[in-house]
């Protein structure tokens, strides 16, 4: 049987390198972060697999090549400190945490905050925090923040508080859309984001006050 660091270097070589990614530092956090311990036991047997899985609560951890692509699309360095929008099972935090200063997280179901936040002490992570909140609304006193990642599509358009609270240069990664969603890397000028457009994604709904509201 093979171990969990084998399981993990095959999914690095298999899935996130041929595949295009190439930052060093994202493909060494990702040989060592166990995948396995964010993901539900019943689904332990496919934690290594190219795909999402569900984590309860109609939510997923979004598939490894995935969550890769944007961690290096985000081009982070070790001083720096990042927002997270759906923390869902605590891996994307954990992963980012490898990379940078701090790594500020909120997830709106209190369930999942609270197992997201054991998973991550569990791998005794001391820089990443965890949140139970409305994440649209973000984390103002802990603002500005150098770059902010989205893991679930508001339905039209970056909630204004996000955009506030980014650095001016600041990278924001999200995905954008309900039916049709595309994934986009966007740069604070002034008081907008100009978006760069990287590929189509499907990533659960934003879920929260400002997220509802873009609907209307």
Same mark, same amino acid.
């Given at each position: 049987?093979? +171990?969990? =660091? %084998?399981?993990?270097?095959?999914?690095? @070589?298999? =899935?996130i390198e041929n595949r295009g990614v190439r930052d060093g530092r994202v493909l060494q956090t990702f040989r060592n972060m166990p995948r396995d311990e964010f993901v539900p036991e019943d689904a332990k047997a496919w934690a290594y697999d190219d795909c999402p899985i569900p984590i309860g609560y109609n939510q997923t951890i979004s598939q490894p090549y995935i969550v890769a692509f944007m961690a290096e699309a985000l081009e982070l360095s070790s001083d720096e400190r990042i927002l997270e929008i759906g923390t869902g099972s605590g891996y994307n935090a954990a992963v980012l945490s490898k990379l940078c200063r701090e790594v500020y997280t909120i997830e709106i179901i209190p369930e999942l905050a609270k197992r997201a936040e054991e998973a991550i002490e569990k791998q005794d992570i001391k820089n990443a925090f965890v949140r139970q909140g409305d994440g649209s609304l973000g984390w103002p006193e802990e603002a500005?923040?150098?770059?902010? !990642?989205? +893991? $679930? $599509?508001?339905?039209? #358009? !970056?909630? !204004?508080?996000?955009?506030? %609270?980014? @650095? %001016?240069?600041?990278?924001?990664? $999200?995905?954008?859309? #309900? #039916? +049709? %969603? #595309?994934? $986009?890397l966007y740069i604070k000028q002034g008081i907008s984001l100009v978006p760069y457009h990287l590929m189509p994604v499907r990533f659960v709904p934003m879920i929260g006050k400002i997220a509802k509201q873009a609907t209307l």
């Open positions: 049987m093979r +171990t969990s =660091q %084998q399981l993990r270097n095959e999914m690095v @070589k298999r =899935q500005p923040f150098d770059a902010i !990642i989205l +893991t $679930a $599509a508001p339905p039209k #358009e !970056i909630p !204004i508080p996000l955009v506030i %609270q980014l @650095k %001016q240069g600041g990278r924001l990664i $999200a995905p954008v859309g #309900e #039916e +049709t %969603q #595309e994934l $986009a």
